[in-house]
């Protein structure tokens, strides 16, 4: 079969769609990987081409060494995505040591994967390390989120309380909060670096000024996260709109109605964003 009819390959181009519909990916903006398991690296296989050179990331980690990624392409447009997989998304192979990729399959006539790669290859390894049915790491260039990054204090608290006090359910989708990574220049180690590790603890990650991480176990959850969070963001920027500038709402969910919420979810609320 061919690689684009494969069930996963199918899913990652629909992701790359509903993305560019939401808006979040002008020009070449936001990326996509996914990890394969045995299996649809076994369905893929056959498929591959001859293994191109080896391109080192600059990141190291063992944890997934020797694992195969879906990957959009660097520079390579989201709304392109699913009208031509072979020449805008490719299969990568990660080295023995977990330092370098090679391209087995797509990403045709000198494609690379995205430049976020460091960046997607540390999450992927955080990610499963705290929950090994992790696969999907995506990136956008949220509006809801990038308008928030310049007016509320560029801190995890902080961002992640408004966003819980949004809409009721924002506490139940990401119960940790998030990260933020202040601005950094992207597409290398270091913000690779910075935002791994506030993987570590969140399912996801605001870029300053640029935009969100997220990560989950299927497509389907990864893109509800990334929504969910840009939903909350969007109604803050209108609310606080409407409101004049000011963040002093005349109603808000109490951090005891966000306690009570968790309770009744069973689930586990990050105590100390809540007082
Ligand atoms: P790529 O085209 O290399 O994926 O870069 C887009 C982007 O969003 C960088 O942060
Ligand atoms: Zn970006």
């Given at each position: ?28 903006g936001g ?28 990141v ?13 392409g660097?520079?390579?447009?989201m ?5 031509d ?6 299969i990568v ?28 290859y ?27 990054s310049f007016?509320?204090p ?5 961002f ?8 009721t ?7 940790a909060?998030?990260?933020?990574v ?22 996801a ?23 969910t969070?840009?939903?909350?963001a ?21 951090d ?8 009744d ?11």
């Amino acid at each position: 079969m061919a690689v684009e009819d494969l069930e996963f390959v199918k899913g990652f181009c629909r992701m790359c769609d509903d993305g560019w519909l939401q808006g979040w990916h002008e020009r070449n903006g936001g990326n996509l990987t996914y990890l394969l398991d045995d299996t649809e690296v076994a369905a893929a296989k056959p498929e591959f081409g001859e293994p191109r050179e080896w391109v080192n990331m600059g990141v190291t980690d063992t944890t997934l060494a020797g694992r195969y990624f879906l990957s959009t392409g660097s520079g390579k447009y989201m709304r392109n995505v699913a009208g031509d997989p072979a020449h805008n998304i490719g299969i990568v192979e990660i080295n023995a040591e977990g330092s370098a990729y090679r391209i087995v399959w797509g990403l045709l006539e000198g494609a690379k994967p995205t430049s976020e790669f460091p960046s997607h290859y540390m999450n992927h390894c955080v990610r499963f390390s705290a929950d090994p049915t992790n696969r999907v790491i995506y990136h956008s260039h949220t509006p809801g989120v990038i308008e928030m990054s310049f007016i509320v204090p560029l801190e995890d608290r902080a961002f992640s309380r408004i966003l819980w006090q949004m809409m009721t359910e924002c506490v139940v989708v990401f119960p940790a909060g998030v990260g933020v990574v202040p601005w950094m220049v992207p597409g290398g180690a270091d913000i690779a670096k910075a935002t791994s590790d506030l993987m570590k603890k969140y399912t996801a990650a605001v870029w300053a000024h640029h935009g969100l991480f997220v990560s989950g176990p299927d497509f389907d959850t990864a893109f509800g996260l990334a929504h969910t969070i840009e939903k909350a963001a969007e109604l803050y920027i209108a609310a606080r709109a409407a409101n004049g500038g000011s963040d002093k709402f005349l109603n808000v969910i109490s951090d005891q109605g966000l306690k009570d919420t968790c309770r009744d979810f069973g689930i586990q609320i990050n105590e100390d964003f809540v007082d």
